[in-house]
């Protein structure tokens, strides 16, 4: 069965320093997103993505985040200038329609801020 | 605002015990509700998803869940636990906006054998 892939696992930054995440979507889906979850806390809404550009984004997702889909396959998260707070399992999902299709996840990158 | 709640957060059952996992949205117009499992150290996975018709929906893995609109719940359910559901469950839905899942904050079950 086809997965949603990210990478790295776990991914370690100092304060400031800039990461980016990498998650490779299911290849016939079409929507894409990232949600995160803070050790302890709900899975949170970050931003979804179609046709190449952002559809919606959380009040989260502020400048200092950006997506991309740099080519066909990947779609990734940039964190600007990283915070304590941005410590977090981040997820990446997809799903091939916007018609409330499940979500299917990727195994999650855990960024780790010191 | 929009909110999925799980009550339970950490639920401790013995094999073969009987297992409820209550789940409660806030929203009055049309609601889609999912439950997700996410095993240790693997990604969230559906159970199962309630959109329309029946309110009582089966998953897989022997689980189901009951959409009681009165009562803005889906509570998941499961006659008979085994230790390999050890997990953290999720409820989530998606409200008036397809595009955007809203999770609880999940119930982690732990299956003594």
């Known amino acids: 069965e086809p997965e949603v892939t990210q990478t790295p696992s776990h991914q370690v930054t100092q304060m400031g320093q800039e990461v980016i995440l990498r998650c490779v979507p299911i290849s016939n889906h079409l929507y894409f997103y990232w949600y995160r979850q803070i050790l302890g806390q709900k899975v949170e809404f970050l931003v979804s993505?179609?046709?190449?550009?952002?559809?919606?984004k959380s009040e989260i997702f502020d400048d200092q985040f950006s997506v991309e889909r740099p080519d066909g396959s990947n779609f990734t998260l940039k964190i600007r200038s990283t915070k304590l707070e941005d410590s977090a399992m981040y997820f990446c999902?997809?799903?091939?329609?916007?018609?409330?299709?499940?979500?299917?996840f990727g195994n999650g990158t855990r960024l780790t801020v010191t | 605002a929009q909110s999925v709640s799980q009550h339970n957060h950490h639920v401790i059952l013995s094999e073969a015990a009987s297992l409820e996992l209550g789940c409660n949205y806030s929203y009055g117009g049309t609601v889609n509700l999912f439950w997700y499992v996410q095993y240790p150290g693997q990604h969230l996975q559906l159970l199962l998803k309630?959109?329309?018709?029946?309110?009582l929906v089966k998953g897989i893995k022997g689980f189901e869940a009951e959409f009681i609109k009165s009562k803005f719940s889906f509570n998941l359910r499961k006659p008979s636990v085994q230790w390999s559901d050890t997990a953290e469950y999720f409820c989530?839905?998606?409200?008036?906006?397809?595009?955007?899942?809203?999770f609880g904050s999940g119930t982690k079950l732990n299956v003594k054998p």
């Open positions: 993505f179609y046709n190449n550009e952002i559809s919606e």
């Open positions: 999902a997809s799903s091939p329609r916007a018609d409330n299709s499940p979500l299917h």
């Open positions: 989530a839905a998606t409200i008036y906006n397809f595009n955007k899942f809203y």
């Open positions: 309630y959109f329309s018709g029946d309110p």
